[in-house]
């Protein structure tokens, strides 16, 4: 069974820097999309960034120059490193693996930046 877990998420200050980290396991994944979404109270989830199984980034405009998403295929991890954290990053974080008709989501880590 698939289960991928989340973590590096809590409450930082605006400016500051969050790492998150999700790790698959239950299979190889070397060759699916990894990526990371977000959902604030009241709002849709949205695409914060995802890497292709060849290094391939794309981020939202939002958070372009700020956050950096990449992936270790050995260890079936995908990192967002978060820095320049504004409120507005405010969400639930999920990860998620796609490719080979799959679709795996984890169970989601919360980001909260306030001062």
């Known amino acids: 069974q698939v289960q991928l877990v989340e973590s590096g998420g809590g409450l930082v200050q605006p400016g500051g820097s969050l790492r998150l980290s999700c790790e698959a396991s239950?299979?190889?994944?070397?060759?699916?999309?990894m990526g990371w979404y977000r959902q604030a109270p009241g709002k849709q989830r949205e695409l914060v960034a995802t890497i292709t199984g060849g290094g391939v980034t794309n981020y939202r405009d939002s958070v372009k120059g700020r956050f950096t998403i990449s992936r270790d295929n050995a260890k079936n991890t995908v990192y967002l490193q978060m820095n320049s954290l504004q409120p507005e990053d405010t969400a639930v974080y999920y990860c998620n693996f796609r490719g080979r008709g799959d679709n795996y989501w984890g169970q989601g880590t919360q980001v909260t930046v306030s001062s």
């Open positions: 239950g299979g190889i994944f070397s060759g699916y999309v």
